[in-house]
């Protein structure tokens, strides 16, 4: 199946759009609508390695790379250390990237960084997504569960394990896992600043489908259904069989229902060619 995916890389601090893609995979033409997705804590852009394959040639991914993230060591260079500084940065890479009609995706910690983007752009009288889908995430409004209280090497893996975000080939692998570990770390940190405003937040005006998982140990299903909140038009709430990485463990059934909500995106807004 042809498909189309690109990377949004470290390299666009500069904000030249000549340096704001770095096209991985090029296959058959230009697709009509652009999926940007954002990844769970400790994941990385190339946790959406492969979709391209699932959505096809009408849907281009876009996985977003995210800036450096540390709060253990402030100031380091290139890094950030609050959510409000992440959302700040990737909303200011995206924006030559984000002149044709797209969607966001964010799985998690992905879903509060996709939420922010849309809302600085909003707020700048920017282009909003014409589609706007979230995965294990509670509404943005709602206090988060801690779970930055242990964040030893060990306590981090576990849960890191014990929710379905890796494998455990990660204890075969020292290096690796001080890596995956130390990711996860300063992403819940980061997290763990993000506060919900007072004012000034808008309701969004696209479809809002928001996907869950039936066994989610960190997603109520109330909290799930908190997101028609912050849906100006239509808002679906999909449960989904298995935890807080269903989208991994049952990928035809995620894909499916991703590929339909896009789908229905993308024909309502029409690339125009210019």
Avoid at 16 to 40: D, I, K, N, S
Avoid at 73 to 84: C, Y
Avoid at 146 to 151: F, V
């Amino acid at each position: 199946m042809a498909h189309t995916t690109r990377y949004i890389t470290e390299d666009t601090a500069s904000g030249a759009t000549a340096g704001m893609t770095q096209r991985v995979v090029v296959c058959g033409e230009t697709a009509p609508l652009r999926l940007f997705c954002f990844h769970h804590a400790g994941g990385s852009a190339w946790s959406f390695a492969g979709w391209g394959h699932w959505l096809g040639r009408e849907i281009e991914v876009v996985p977003v790379s995210l800036p450096p993230r540390s709060v253990s060591v402030p100031g380091s260079a290139g890094s950030v250390s609050t959510m409000g500084d992440l959302v700040r940065e990737v909303a200011q890479r995206l924006v030559p990237a984000l002149d044709e009609p797209y969607a966001f995706y964010g799985h998690s910690m992905g879903s509060l960084v996709a939420y922010g983007v849309a809302q600085r752009r909003l707020a700048a009288g920017r282009r909003p997504p014409v589609c706007f889908v979230t995965g294990a995430h509670r509404a943005p409004h709602l206090p988060a569960p801690d779970l930055t209280t242990d964040l030893s090497d060990t306590a981090a893996l576990e849960l890191l394990l014990g929710l379905g975000g890796a494998g455990r080939l990660l204890w075969e692998n020292p290096r690796r896992m001080r890596a995956v570990v130390d990711r996860l770390r300063q992403d819940l940190l980061v997290s763990a600043t993000y506060r919900y405003p007072a004012k000034g937040h808008r309701p969004l005006p696209c479809p809002v489908h928001v996907l869950q998982g039936s066994d989610d140990p960190l997603v109520p299903a109330a909290h799930a259904a908190a997101w028609n909140r912050h849906a100006a038009e239509s808002f679906s709430l999909r449960v989904m069989p298995g935890g807080h990485f269903f989208h991994k463990e049952h990928k035809e059934l995620f894909f499916g229902e991703l590929r339909r909500a896009l789908r229905a995106a993308g024909a309502d807004h029409p690339v125009v060619t210019r």
